[in-house]
């Protein structure tokens, strides 16, 4: 249910979620894949409106489960998203 509920706001939301991953693009462009741009999309949706039903650890979980999300773009999406400035 958690996974369609994802799924389901990643839609709902995917002006927000374009904009954001365009952001990131052109922010960092050396660091970032267009390729990835669903993989950001998603993870960018959990951190920011589902976070509260999430811990880090879980969050950290569900990235390295896919294959395609390798630690340095997690790493990457984590230090940008939670950025003390």
Known sequence: MF???????????????????KALFKTKPSSTNIVDEILYS?????????????????????????LYFNFFKLYFLVTRLFKNE
Do not use: C, H, P, W
């Open 42 to 66: 998603i993870f960018i949706y959990m951190a920011v409106f589902r976070m509260d039903e999430l811990s880090l650890d879980d969050f950290k979980s569900l990235a390295l489960v896919n």
């Open 3 to 21: 996974i369609q509920q994802i799924f389901y706001g990643f839609l709902e939301k995917r002006d927000f979620l374009k904009a954001t991953t």
